[in-house]
DNA sequence: ATAATTTTGAAACGTTCATTTCAAATAAAA
DNA sequence: TTTTATTTGAAATGAACGTTTCAAAATTAT
């Protein structure tokens, strides 16, 4: 009976994502959501239920493309290690292929508001929970493979490799130059073996 | 002739600083400014010339603050190695102490505004540099002293700790456990001995 | 066709925003 | 005390904000 949704829902949120992406969520206006999505601002209210609403969709979106070209990518790991310097190059693939590089969608929701909405914080934990999980799993196949060293724990080096890529995404939103991520990249796998 | 500015400058921009580092850029208000400072609207305008200009002046004095420490606390810095060291503890100390951490102010601009004003990106892209040749210069010390390995060169380590501590201060941001966090200094800087 | 239900468009909501205005208060120098 | 320059307070500015409203258009099942 009803009229049904007419919006490609994965469009729309791809492009209210990139404007969060752009502009963060405070400077992210209505408005700019309205252009990108070329939805109704009443259909935004509709389908999504508001501004933060929205957001919150998004960083969920960003998180399960992420996940999926993570796993994609990682599929043709030899080994642990590998897995973990493919994940590197993924994110340095990231950073030159933008022009304007603006980081990572969720890393710069936790310096925006990491500690002011309880249900962005509590998706934040999750989010760092399961990932620092991801890693400790990936370090402990290497360990076991024999290309990581046991100085420290699989948890540790989660711990460790977690920290690095936030700041490895950070540090690309100002450094675009591909030796100097390069290095960095190479320094930081250098630990593991 | 003229009457002179009556309220304590250092006081304000500490103040000012406090709302920005708490809300970001974006979130402040003017009126959170008035409220933090004591400030009356157009004195602010009078004195520091609108938000963003005040902006940029916390950002200074916070970069000016936070050298002025860095070079206190390195002063009994044995040798370059112990230096970061120092250097990490004093970022650990910062996160432990506040009961929200709000990380490092200028990360978080990167995050929100890296991209945007050219007047902020310059701000950032100094910053940066300075940052890493700072960091260059501990650890070519660290070098000559026989604390720090060699496989890399100084400015290499220099972007590595640079990044490493831009992942660090974030982390921070959401993990409080002192543990974790002092897990990752020693695993960061287990790579440069 | 008719009925049911949603999307849509446009306007309006009340608030808050950064910034400006300007007369009054203030204080140091003449 | 008068002059001069600045700060101050309070109000006003107009634009932009997120959100709501509601009648009209649209679409599918009956």
Redesign the interface.
């Known amino acids: 009976m009803p009229k049904v949704e007419t919006f490609n829902r994965d469009f729309v949120l791809k492009q209210a994502t990139s404007v969060f992406h752009e ?2 969520y ?2 992210a206006s209505m408005q700019d959501l309205v252009d990108a999505t070329g939805l109704n601002r009443s259909s935004i209210y509709n389908s999504f239920g508001g501004k933060m609403n929205l957001y919150m969709t998004c960083l969920k979106s960003y998180q399960d493309h992420y996940f999926l070209q993570i796993n994609n990518k990682l599929s043709n790991a030899k080994n642990g290690l590998n897995a973990l310097e493919l994940l590197l190059e993924l994110y340095l693939k990231d950073i030159l292929e933008d022009k ?4 990572c969608l969720i ?2 929701c ?6 002011q909405e309880p249900i962005i ?1 509590n998706f ?2 999750n989010n ?1 929970e399961g990932f620092i999980d991801f890693l400790s799993d990936l370090i402990e196949r290497g360990q076991n493979e024999g290309f990581i060293n046991k ?2 724990t699989p948890k ?2 989660g ?2 490799m ?7 995404r ?2 690309g ?3 675009s130059n591909k030796n ?1 991520l390069t ?2 990249i190479k ?2 796998i ?2 593991l073996k």
């Open positions: 502009k963060g405070n400077a304007r590089d603006m980081g890393t710069n936790v310096t925006e508001m990491g500690n914080t934040l934990n760092r100085n420290s540790e080096y711990l460790y977690y920290s690095s890529i936030q700041g490895f950070t540090t939103i100002l450094l100097d290095t960095i320094t930081i250098q630990t």
